[in-house]
C-alpha cells in the first residue's frame, strides 16, 4: 500500500469518527440561558451599505428593547427552514418592546456578496434589520459557533439565553425561547 493511499484511508476513518462525534454530541448542543448575564458587545458594523432594511443600529438605539438576534447564512437549509417560525415571533410580539436583530455570517465566498444577500432578504421575506458580518467579527465578539444560533439580550442589552439550531413553529425549542421572551419583556427598563 502506497503512503498516498495509507493517507486518505487515514482520512476517511478520522471523517467517520469526526462525524461520530459529532451526530452523538451536537444534539445536545441546543439551549442555554446564561445565568451570568455579560454585556452583549456593540454591533461592529456602522456603515450603510453594512445593513440591510435599517440604518445602521447601535446596541443604545435598543436599550428598553427584547432583543432576538439571529446568526445566518443564506445558503444554510437550517437557517432558512426557521424563517416561518421567526416570522411568526416577530408578529406574535409586534405590539411590544421586542425586535429581532438578524445578523448574515458568510459561510461560502458567493454569501460575502451584498446584492446576493439583499436578493435573499427579499426571497425570504425578511423585513427586520440585518447586519452583514462579513468579516466575522460580530460572530467572533459573540463568540458564536453555529449557523442558525439565537441569542436573546435583556432590555439593559445583556445576553441572557442562547439557543442552537432550526427552530419550528411549536416545537421544543421554539416554545423555550418564546417563554423566555415573554419573561424578559417583563422585566424592567432601567
Avoid at 446596541?59 to 432576538?68: I, P
Avoid at 454569501?111 to 466575522?136: G, Q, S, T
Wanted: proline residues 4%.
Amino acid at each position: 500500500m502506497t503512503y498516498k493511499q495509507k493517507l486518505l484511508i487515514g482520512l476517511l476513518v478520522f471523517g467517520v469518527l469526526g462525524l461520530t462525534v459529532i451526530m452523538v454530541f451536537a444534539p445536545r448542543v441546543k439551549a442555554f440561558d446564561i445565568s451570568d448575564a455579560r454585556a452583549a458587545p456593540n454591533f461592529t458594523h456602522h456603515k450603510p451599505n453594512a445593513w440591510i432594511n435599517s440604518t445602521p443600529l447601535t446596541l443604545t438605539d435598543l436599550r428598553g428593547q427584547v432583543v432576538l438576534l439571529d446568526f445566518w447564512t443564506f445558503d444554510c437549509w437550517n437557517c432558512y427552514r426557521s424563517f416561518p417560525w421567526l416570522k411568526s415571533v416577530e408578529e406574535r410580539f409586534a405590539n411590544q418592546a421586542f425586535t429581532v436583530i438578524g445578523v448574515h455570517t458568510p459561510e461560502f465566498e458567493h454569501e460575502r456578496v451584498r446584492a446576493n444577500i439583499v436578493k435573499k432578504v427579499k426571497e425570504f421575506e425578511l423585513a427586520h434589520p440585518v447586519m452583514i458580518d462579513n468579516d466575522f467579527s460580530y460572530w467572533r465578539a459573540m463568540n458564536n459557533r453555529y449557523w442558525p444560533t439565537f441569542y436573546l439580550i435583556d432590555k439593559q442589552g445583556r445576553v441572557r439565553a442562547a439557543y442552537i439550531g432550526e427552530t419550528h413553529k411549536a416545537d421544543r425549542r421554539a416554545k423555550a425561547i418564546e417563554n423566555r421572551i415573554i419573561d424578559l419583556l417583563k422585566e424592567e427598563s432601567s
